[in-house]
């Protein structure tokens, strides 16, 4: 089976700080994926990655950035946390897969700025 | 940009009750997926779909990818409480599985 993990369910951070969410799947897969979820909004696209080094910017990138410096590591970054990111984060993986692989989702990280 | 319209937003149903769910686009799909999430949980992927007009069952779940190309239905046959969670759909076009557009979810309550 496919394992994805994030690696905080909870975390509690300032306006202002920087924050990293850290994302690891042991499929070998070259797909890698942020999102974030919000009531009413649905599941929205921060960045998505299809090998190392290689990043694209998702529907929603403003005030993010990423990193993927191994193909099984998958980082999300807010520079400067504001209130406004308080938000569900999931990170999925899949094949690179013309067929369109589906995705494979963490247990998310529930992230909120005070 | 492509939009997946899926109904009902919520359900609220009786133990033993069959459940139906669908998304439609204007827009036509190569694959089509279904997830369930629980509360404080990942969406976890129930059934995948590849081919216009494939039915396809996992347990008491079945669905279909539309002939059209521009819909897909689940099923949940005789629901238990277990069932309860969001679940949504997805599209991916393109044939490049970074185009994929979600739907917002159908909440679904069973009553023991």
């Known amino acids: 089976d496919v394992k994805v993990t994030q690696s905080s369910r909870y975390l509690v951070k300032r306006t202002g700080e920087k924050v990293f969410l850290e994302c690891v799947q042991d499929m070998d897969h070259e797909n890698m994926f942020w999102y974030r979820q919000d009531p009413g909004l649905g599941l929205r696209l921060i960045y998505f990655s299809y090998d190392v080094k290689m990043k694209e910017k998702g529907d929603i990138p403003e005030g993010y950035s990423v990193s993927r410096e191994k193909k099984e590591r998958f980082s999300l970054i807010l520079e400067s946390a504001s209130t406004n990111q308080t938000s569900m984060y999931l990170c999925a993986s899949s094949l690179l897969d013309r067929d369109g692989s589906p995705l494979h989702f963490g247990n998310g990280t529930r992230l909120t700025v005070t | 940009g492509q939009q997946l319209n899926q109904s009902p937003q919520s359900m609220f149903i009786q133990e033993g009750e069959d459940v139906s769910m669908n998304c439609t686009s204007s827009?036509?799909?190569?694959?089509w997926l279904w997830y369930k999430q629980e509360p404080g949980e990942g969406p976890v992927l129930l059934i995948a779909?590849?081919?216009?007009?494939e039915l396809t069952s996992n347990g008491r779940l079945t669905a279909q990818f539309g002939i059209t190309r521009k819909d897909s239905f689940l099923n949940i046959s005789a629901s238990i409480p277990s069932d309860v969670g969001i679940y949504f759909c997805a599209g991916i076009s393109g044939g490049s599985n970074y185009k994929l557009t979600f739907g917002k979810g159908t909440l679904l309550t069973v009553n023991p």
């Open positions: 827009s036509i799909f190569n694959t």
């Open positions: 779909l590849y081919k216009a007009g």
